[in-house]
């Protein structure tokens, strides 16, 4: 199956501060990628969808200025989370739907542990 | 937006039994997906199965799309097996579940 590559997988910030996390598909194109959210014990929450040369698509309730998509090429998006606090930390993963010959199958990426003190 | 059902929350098994774990969801959809999320939180594919049935090892998968449901099937389960399985749907985002826990004991 595709691959899809999430860095850092953990991070530690400082209250205030910004983090940049990196998702790329390695071997394929893709001109959508998708940004979720996963707090503990409970379920994946989709953030936002993230288009290739256009305007992140934000679910409801997320804060775009504080969670900042970049889709500038099509393999790489990147989400930044701008001025962190504590109840920012959460574990967010990346996902990339990819042609497998049956059908657009997605795929993630590791995730990206944030604990922001 | 879709909803996405999964039963049952918790499983608790013995070493080698079998298990049905059950994906009901509400619209219609183009993809569906079983997933296991490891102890790290990497999500492992098990079917893309937005319809019919598919068999990979102890592990099956059907889903019925035009009944809205799909079920996955855990035979002779191991130890290995315990975490947590989530079904995921949709017509571009997955949607996601909040996932069946299962506990398999030696």
């Known amino acids: 199956g595709a691959v899809v590559s999430q860095h850092p997988s953990r991070v530690i910030c400082k209250s205030g501060t910004s983090v940049k996390i990196e998702c790329r598909s390695l071997?394929?194109?893709?001109?959508?990628m998708f940004w979720y959210r996963q707090f503990p014990k409970q379920s994946l929450m989709l953030m936002a969808t993230?288009?290739?040369?256009?305007?992140?698509?934000?679910e409801q309730g997320v804060e775009k200025d504080k969670f900042l998509i970049n889709h500038a090429s099509l393999t790489l998006s990147t989400l930044t989370v701008t001025s962190a606090h504590p109840e920012d930390s959460s574990f967010y993963i990346c996902?990339?739907?990819?042609?497998?010959?049956?059908?657009?199958?997605?795929?993630f990426g590791q995730g990206t542990r944030l604990t922001v003190v | 937006g879709i909803q996405v059902e999964q039963s049952p929350p918790d499983l608790i098994l013995q070493e080698g039994a079998n298990s049905t774990l059950r994906c009901n969801f509400s619209d219609s959809v183009n993809n569906l997906q079983w997933f296991h999320q490891n102890p790290w939180g990497q999500l492992i594919n098990l079917f893309y199965i937005p319809s019919g049935t598919k068999q990979n090892g102890r592990l099956s998968a059907t889903t019925v799309a035009t009944e809205r449901y799909s079920l996955l099937y855990i035979s002779s389960s191991q130890t290995t097996d315990s975490g947590v399985y989530f079904c995921?749907?949709?017509?571009?985002?997955?949607?996601f579940g909040k996932g069946t826990t299962l506990s398999v004991s030696s």
């Open positions: 071997d394929f194109q893709a001109t959508t």
């Open positions: 996902s990339a739907r990819s042609w497998e010959g049956h059908g657009e199958e997605a795929f």
């Open positions: 993230s288009n290739e040369g256009s305007k992140a698509t934000y």
């Open positions: 995921a749907v949709g017509v571009n985002a997955l949607i």
